[in-house]
C-alpha cells in the first residue's frame, strides 16, 4: 500500500450554488435523498450522525468533526471490517468552493493506513467504488429539484 491508498480524493463541479450543496450535505433531508435511505444529523462537533442503506441492510454511525458552513463539513467513522468501537477511523473531509460554474466540491476520505493492510485495501476500494455512486447520486437529485 502505497501513500495514494491512504486516502480517497474526488473532485466534481456541481452546478448549483453552495449554500444548495451545503443542504445537501448536512441536513438529514438533503443526506437521505442521495446519501443512503435515511439520515439523521446533529450538526456540531462532536455530534452524531446515522446513516442506513436499506438496499445494503448497512448503517454507520458518524462523528461529526468540522462543521464550517458553508465551506467545510467532515466527520469520522468506523472503517469497513473493523469494530464501531475503539477502532481507528477515517476522516471524511468536504470542501466546498464557489466557481462560475456552481460549486467545486472536493471529497477526501483519509485514515485507511491505520488498519491492517489487508482491511485497508478492501476498505478503500468498497469506499471507492462508494463514493463514485453516491457523488453521481448527489448530483442526480440536485439537478432533479434545481
Known amino acids: 500500500?502505497?501513500?495514494?491508498?491512504?486516502?480517497i480524493e474526488r473532485v466534481t463541479?456541481?452546478?448549483?450554488?453552495?449554500e444548495r450543496v451545503w443542504a445537501a450535505l448536512t441536513t438529514a433531508e438533503g443526506l437521505s435523498r442521495w446519501f443512503g435511505s435515511v439520515a439523521e444529523i446533529d450538526l456540531r462537533p462532536g455530534g452524531r450522525a446515522f446513516f442506513r442503506w436499506d438496499d445494503l441492510d448497512e448503517?454507520?454511525?458518524?462523528?461529526?468533526a468540522v462543521v464550517d458552513p458553508p465551506h467545510r463539513f467532515a466527520f469520522r467513522w468506523a472503517i469497513e471490517g473493523l469494530p464501531e468501537d475503539d477502532a481507528p477511523q477515517t476522516l471524511v473531509d468536504f470542501t466546498l468552493e464557489p466557481?462560475?460554474?456552481?460549486?467545486?466540491?472536493r471529497l477526501v476520505e483519509s485514515?485507511?493506513?491505520?488498519?491492517?493492510?489487508?482491511?485497508a485495501r478492501s476498505a478503500h476500494k468498497a469506499n471507492s467504488q462508494?463514493?463514485?455512486a453516491e457523488l453521481v447520486d448527489l448530483k442526480t437529485y440536485l439537478d432533479a429539484t434545481a
Not at 448503517?59 to 461529526?64: C, F, L
Open 13 to 18: 463541479v456541481l452546478r448549483h450554488p453552495v
Open 59 to 64: 448503517e454507520s454511525v458518524a462523528t461529526i
Open 1 to 7: 500500500m502505497g501513500m495514494d491508498s491512504d486516502a
Open 99 to 105: 466557481v462560475p460554474d456552481g460549486t467545486r466540491l
Open 111 to 119: 485514515g485507511f493506513a491505520q488498519a491492517a493492510a489487508d482491511v
Open 130 to 132: 462508494g463514493w463514485d
